[in-house]
């Protein structure tokens, strides 16, 4: 017992940052204690903000508080390192040897008494293996029926889909004939409007022209006679064109239809990205008896790898998105994101485009401070419960340069493991696991979680002064 009480002292004056014990303690006002170099570097990241949170509980603080050396916290963790850890005693732990019990001597005195119940129960064990065999067998036949209707539905869905796609394709196909139609009518319009005014215009400079040599003539004349005579003939000029009347547009004639075509294509593709998840097999899954096994290498987690892209109306106006929006950079600059009600407001965070369901693996690549997660997708965008880990609707994994926090529901585990600027996730829905690994050499696990999903997750990331990659493992 003693043995636990100290372990348990250990960890309630550990750094949930650095995850040692603490130095130079400082605690603030909503209760946390963190060592003050730590506090001090995750509070520089947020310059930015103006605005200091409490990395376990969130609760920010305006200005910047001033940090102060807990000394009784001190004193605690020096205590702690003179008492030392000392192994728990051994003497009862096993049994060795000398500690068996003699065979009894009246053993086969008993087997013989026994004998005679034995073989009415063994062929009771018989009858029932012989009763399982039928429901086995039984079992099978079900399968095989079951597998034949699936090949038939996945048949008639291939099918059907391709004559589905092959009208979506013709209807693009037409639509996009269309807009070429319209946009070559529309500029042959315009260009013969603009070559008309053009003409019009050279026919005045031309007239201009020869009206300017007259007039030179005329003042040329020495016969007074005459040029009284023809002046005012040729001072007359015709009514110009109003240079007012032309109005030259910016280089933007064609434009709108561009941003109009792009808006469909964005609205297409957010469609098929939400609604492709509905596509699934899980209606049509089979309760086999034995449940599948889980990957165990690295090749076999690759074999569940998903294409990843992160969802621009979700990240957060710090983030950057880049390189096909897989990775995310955090800046110190805002991007002139258009609003949209899935984006964060609150945290850096930043959620995928696709849902997932069924088995899936991924790979993150982390330079800095990221928090690898996994959400629903109707969790907060503001507010302090938006933060992945703090809410019954995320699953994160913090990972720090000195070691890693798994968050859920607002509570926190201390994940011990060896450090790697890689981290992989891998999901299995249905059977309600999610795993994190380390990845390096070798792949090892960090923290594994047997819940029950009620939604489809999208991968997240949280990214304060660093960057995250989703890897192309494909």
């Known amino acids: 017992?003693?043995?636990?009480?100290?372990?348990?002292?250990?960890?309630?004056?550990?750094?949930?940052?650095?995850?040692?014990?603490?130095?130079?303690?400082?605690?603030?006002?909503?209760?946390?204690?963190?060592?003050?170099k730590c506090l001090?570097?995750?509070?520089?990241?947020?310059?930015?903000?103006?605005?200091?949170?409490?990395?376990?509980?969130?609760?920010?603080?305006?200005?910047?508080?001033?940090?102060?050396?807990?000394?009784?916290?001190a004193?605690?963790?020096?205590?702690?390192?003179?008492?030392?850890?000392?192994?728990?005693?051994?003497?009862?732990?096993?049994?060795?040897?000398?500690?068996?019990?003699?065979?009894?001597?009246?053993?086969?005195?008993?087997?013989?008494?026994?004998?005679?119940?034995?073989?009415?129960?063994?062929?009771?064990?018989?009858?029932?293996i012989q009763q399982r065999i039928q429901d086995r067998e039984k079992d099978v036949k079900l399968l095989q029926q079951e597998a034949e209707v699936i090949n038939r539905s996945a048949d008639k869905a291939v099918e059907d889909s391709q004559e589905i796609f092959t009208q979506l394709i013709r209807l693009m196909e037409k639509r996009r004939s269309d807009v070429t139609q319209q946009v070559r009518s529309q500029q042959e319009s315009q260009v013969s409007r603009v070559k008309e005014l053009e003409e019009k215009l050279r026919q005045e400079i031309a007239e201009l022209k020869r009206?300017?040599?007259?007039?030179?003539?005329?003042?040329?004349?020495?016969d007074h006679n005459q040029f009284l005579h023809d002046y005012p003939s040729l001072s007359a000029l015709s009514q110009p064109t109003h240079s007012s009347s032309i109005h030259i547009r910016p280089l933007r004639y064609f434009e709108d239809v561009t941003a109009t075509v792009s808006a469909v294509r964005d609205k297409?593709?957010?469609?098929?990205?939400?609604?492709?998840?509905?596509?699934?097999?899980?209606?049509?899954?089979?309760?086999?008896?034995?449940?599948?096994?889980?990957?165990?290498?690295?090749?076999?987690?690759?074999?569940?790898?998903c294409d990843i892209t992160l969802d621009p109306n979700t990240a957060n106006s710090y983030l950057l998105l880049s390189d096909g929006n897989r990775k995310a950079r955090w800046t110190r600059r805002q991007q002139f994101y258009h609003s949209h009600p899935n984006r964060f407001s609150g945290e850096y965070q930043v959620l995928s485009r696709e849902s997932l369901t069924g088995r899936c693996y991924w790979e993150v690549e982390r330079r800095g401070?990221?928090?690898?997660?996994?959400?629903?997708?109707?969790?907060?965008?503001?507010?302090?419960?938006?933060?992945f880990g703090y809410n019954d609707k995320s699953w994160a994994l913090h990972c720090y340069d000195s070691g890693y926090v798994f968050w859920y529901n607002n509570v926190n585990t201390l994940v011990s493991g060896p450090w790697s600027s890689r981290?992989?996730?891998?999901?299995?829905?249905?059977?309600?696991?999610?795993?994190?690994?380390?990845?390096?050499?070798?792949?090892?696990?960090?923290?594994?979680?047997?819940?029950?999903?009620?939604?489809?997750?999208?991968?997240?990331?949280?990214?304060?002064g660093s960057t995250a990659e989703m890897c192309n493992l494909k």
């Open 40 to 73: 001090q570097t995750h509070w520089d990241t947020e310059d930015a903000k103006k605005l200091y949170s409490c990395p376990q509980c969130r609760q920010t603080f305006k200005p910047r508080p001033v940090l102060q050396k807990n000394t009784m916290l």
């Open 75 to 128: 004193v605690l963790v020096e205590e702690l390192k003179k008492s030392g850890l000392q192994a728990a005693p051994a003497d009862h732990c096993y049994a060795g040897a000398e500690d068996l019990v003699e065979p009894s001597k009246k053993l086969q005195e008993n087997g013989c008494s026994e004998r005679g119940e034995r073989p009415r129960e063994l062929e009771v064990s018989r009858q029932n």
């Open 211 to 222: 009206r300017d040599g007259e007039l030179q003539t005329l003042s040329q004349t020495q």
């Open 423 to 464: 981290v992989g996730v891998y999901l299995d829905h249905r059977a309600g696991i999610l795993s994190f690994y380390s990845i390096s050499e070798t792949m090892t696990l960090l923290h594994r979680v047997h819940t029950t999903f009620t939604q489809s997750l999208h991968a997240g990331l949280w990214i304060c």
């Open 1 to 36: 017992m003693a043995q636990k009480g100290i372990q348990l002292d250990q960890e309630t004056i550990s750094c949930s940052i650095c995850l040692d014990l603490l130095k130079d303690p400082v605690t603030v006002s909503c209760g946390h204690s963190y060592c003050m």
């Open 369 to 387: 401070t990221v928090s690898v997660a996994v959400a629903y997708k109707n969790i907060s965008r503001t507010g302090d419960e938006s933060g």
């Open 268 to 305: 297409l593709q957010d469609v098929l990205t939400e609604t492709w998840t509905n596509i699934s097999l899980t209606g049509t899954d089979v309760d086999v008896l034995l449940p599948q096994p889980e990957p165990k290498t690295r090749e076999e987690f690759i074999r569940y790898s």
